[in-house]
């Protein structure tokens, strides 16, 4: 006698692996863009010094020197990503899938894999192509990676970039080269505040983040960067689940996110990009 046996599916959904941002720990959120789609800030010049005229030789109009107007510029910004995404979820559908289909949970995994990596890959992608400092696309290993992160340091420190708040931006392989590494000892002894958003360890002062390959421009190296030189506007950032709307016998999502980054003209010696060479 056959016996047919019965199959059971599990309601536990095997999800993708994907990391939470970690871009605001680069980047900076200054203006306030509320009312407004462009922001225009001011870039105001300075004086030279000169040589007090002490007698009065009358060779320019002041004492102080040749009187001349301070430059102001302005470099604009706007927010161009207008991003969107919908999908629905079938009454049956989801009763017939043990609850594994199910809206809130759905939308939550769309943040997680989908937009977060997006805008993330945007952002960064803006900061390496604004950055101050890009060097020639290198060949990194461990015997060098110690010299390239210092010789970065020094272009900032030299360009008078706050040494408080610097970040330093890698991707799991640099990583292990600088475990690897016998110049570098990294300090893993990291608060649970800081894990959290992110950091994993501290080197010369500054906080090392690891990201995917995937969130980086191909063949990245490393960046050193202050939050104070990306300025990144999520200008609308609109998720919402609909019950049985007109058509539809079911929940339908939709989400939309207007955002963008900007590196400031007046700051962007306060990031360091550095290529490799791909091997």
Not at 13 to 22: Q, Y
Not at 75 to 100: P, Y
């Amino acid at each position: 006698m056959a016996i047919e046996l019965a199959t059971k599916y599990s309601p536990y959904v095997d999800e993708i692996f994907k990391a939470e941002s970690k871009k605001s720990l680069l980047t900076n959120d200054d203006f306030d863009w509320t009312g407004a789609h462009t922001i225009k800030v001011y870039k105001i010049g300075t004086a030279p010094m000169n040589d007090y005229d002490r007698a009065g030789t009358g060779e320019n109009a002041s004492r102080y020197g040749k009187i001349t107007d301070l430059e102001a510029t302005t470099q604009t910004m706007l927010v161009t990503k207008d991003r969107s995404f919908t999908f629905v979820i079938d009454k049956l559908d989801s009763n017939e899938t043990g609850g594994a289909l199910e809206a809130a949970t759905a939308l939550a995994r769309q943040l997680r894999e989908v937009v977060i990596p997006e805008v993330d890959a945007y952002t960064y992608g803006k900061m390496c192509e604004g950055a101050g400092t890009k060097p020639a696309a290198k060949t990194l290993d461990s015997t060098n990676i110690y010299n390239e992160i210092i010789s970065a340091t020094t272009v900032l420190d030299d360009n008078e970039v706050n040494e408080s708040g610097r970040v330093l931006l890698v991707v799991p392989a640099v990583y292990q080269m600088m475990k690897d590494s016998e110049k570098i000892v990294l300090n893993t002894n990291i608060g649970d505040d800081l894990r959290q958003h992110g950091v994993i360890s501290n080197l010369d002062g500054m906080n090392v983040v690891k990201v995917s390959s995937k969130r980086v421009p191909k063949n990245f190296g490393f960046m050193v960067a202050h939050p104070c030189a990306t300025v990144t506007p999520t200008k609308l950032a609109d998720y919402r689940t609909h019950q049985d709307p007109p058509g539809i016998s079911g929940t339908l999502t939709e989400g939309r996110i207007s955002y963008d980054a900007h590196v400031l003209d007046n700051k962007k010696m306060a990031i360091y990009y550095q290529e490799r060479q791909p091997s």
